[in-house]
């Protein structure tokens, strides 16, 4: 439906831009937020540099890693080293509050507004910083769960207790063998519950949450609604940058505002309806 061609948006100056988003969240009835990779990276999850050499410098030593995400895919020599990297890489971006208070700004920007949020984040700092949790769609997982590798079957589980403890006692980059996570069901042993491959598993929660999603779309169509996406990149851009352009194209009282550092831009179909901001998500918000 829409052009391939990129429309970068530059027929406002920056600070018009920052007057203008602020007044359509002000006036919008609803907001509807889409949220990637990019959000999380301005709230201080980087996956590279200073934070990754504090926390994996021994790995990086033995691997070369270039970044923590890279890192994840590595054939590492055992499950006690497997579960040693995975087991501080949850940790620390899970369960650590790193937040440098742009999920927070957030949230009070938009609390009083009838709001859902779409994200392709597994960090769950949204609920960290106060979201309702029954206003939230994780779409690609949760890194505070762990499913069966095959899977065998549909459910997920919490982690928390088990991850510190693998933390807390790993030595010489692996955890104590007896800490190796294995499926209550089949034996075999667990994975963190991310969409890489088709072995991702939808538990009865991410349905509840795709179906409150749904019908929050459906209720809320005719109403003026401010679709706001915040550091989206093209790795999965169906999920909500798709689908953020199909609604504020049909829509007649939609509008779209897009923040991103890198990307910020909108097809020629939904031109005069968007607002693209590129700039630090962060810093955007400071300005608000």
Not at 246 to 273: G, S, T
Request: aromatic share 14%; glycine share 4%; proline share 3%.
């Amino acid at each position: 439906m829409f052009l391939n061609k990129k429309t970068m948006i530059s027929t406002k100056s920056y600070l018009d831009k920052i007057k203008q988003f602020k007044t359509l969240l002000q006036e919008s009835d609803v907001v509807i937020l889409g949220a990637g990779a990019g959000l999380s990276t301005s709230a201080g999850f980087t996956y590279t540099g200073k934070r990754f050499e504090d926390n994996f410098s021994d790995f990086i030593e033995k691997y070369n890693f270039p970044d923590m995400y890279s890192g994840g895919f590595h054939p590492f020599e055992s499950l006690e080293e497997y579960w040693a990297y995975w087991s501080r890489y949850i940790y620390i971006n899970r369960y650590i509050d790193t937040d440098n208070k742009t999920y927070k700004k957030l949230f009070e920007l938009i609390k009083e507004k009838d709001y859902f949020v779409l994200t392709t984040n597994v960090d769950h700092q949204f609920q960290r910083a106060g979201f309702d949790k029954q206003r939230l769609f994780y779409t690609q997982g949760d890194y505070g769960l762990f499913q069966c590798s095959e899977p065998c079957h549909n459910s997920t589980y919490d982690n928390e207790e088990i991850i510190k403890k693998m933390v807390d006692t790993q030595k010489n980059m692996k955890i104590p063998t007896e800490l190796i996570p294995y499926c209550p069901i089949c034996k075999k042993t667990m994975s963190m519950n991310l969409r890489v491959d088709n072995t991702f598993v939808e538990d009865e929660g991410w349905h509840r949450a795709s179906d409150r999603y749904m019908e929050f779309i459906n209720k809320h169509q005719n109403l003026k609604v401010l679709f706001l996406e915040l550091g989206i990149g093209m790795n999965t851009p169906s999920i909500v940058k798709f689908s953020f352009w199909r609604m504020v194209h049909e829509w007649q009282n939609a509008i779209y505002v897009c923040i991103n550092l890198n990307e910020a831009y909108a097809p020629d179909e939904i031109r005069k309806k968007s607002i693209c901001i590129k700039d630090d998500i962060k810093v955007v918000l400071n300005q608000l």
